[in-house]
């Protein structure tokens, strides 16, 4: 029972008190307006090359924009309880640490989905894209994968937290690593060989492909196995995020290093 107090209680305290400091002023512009912004910028580029149709820009960077909730939101839930001072004292808890994390990750992935599908809805409405009324319960689930998928990969860069000082930089780094490698705005086919092996094993590639193909009229069985992809990389993902996290704290301990860098 505590350890789902832990897991429910304590990460809805730990998010709720993110956007404390990161009040509305922040997120609206940050998660509600920026997606929008880089769909249009990237689906008026696509016109201009020639290259795809509005509909691929539109999905491609809507569920890929759920990286920065999804990457940062991490990274602030342990590298901000270091920058407040606040982390030795979580740290010397005897709180189980897998309901400590997971249930930090748990707002994250709903966050992601929420930024991703108001991107996708909005972005669809400017341009013109159709999403059959159909598709959306797959599209839901969809989105809701990539969402956890990104998260595992946020919790490796929360573990990283603890060892770089500006863990921000790291975390822009990676989006822009996604927004490269994921096949959001360039198809996958186009990019060059070793660039399409990596986008096999990091988040958002498989769950853009299946959303593109369940807009295009795709049932929902028909993607089944990029869905289950995804969710396999997010699980291993949120595996060595975990298993990082507790190698560093342990290395905190041991060196007194957890708020030095």
Sequence with gaps: MTAVRIFAVGGLMSYRALFYWLTPMIYIPSLVVAPIFQILLMAYIGRSAGLASDEFYVVGNAIQYAAVPCLFAMMYLVGGEKYQNTLGAILVSPAARLPLFFGRAVPVVLNGAFVAAFSLL?????????????????????????????????????????????????SNVLFGFLLI????????????????????????????????????????????????????????????GYLLLRFFENQGRRHATLERS
């Design 122 to 170: 909005v972005g669809s409405l400017i341009l013109g894209v159709e999403i059959p009324a159909e598709s959306i319960p797959a599209l839901a689930l969809v989105i809701i994968v990539a969402a956890f998928s990104c998260t595992g990969l946020g919790l490796i860069n929360a573990a990283l937290a603890l060892r770089v000082r500006e863990a921000a930089v790291l």
């Design 181 to 240: 490698f994921t096949g959001a705005n360039v198809p996958l086919s186009d990019l060059p060989d070793w660039m399409q092996t990596v986008s096999q094993w990091i988040p958002f590639t498989h769950a853009i492909e299946a959303a593109r193909e369940v807009v295009d009229g795709a049932s929902a069985s028909s993607v089944l196995d990029l869905v289950g992809t995804e969710l396999l990389l997010g699980v291993a993902y949120l595996a060595a």
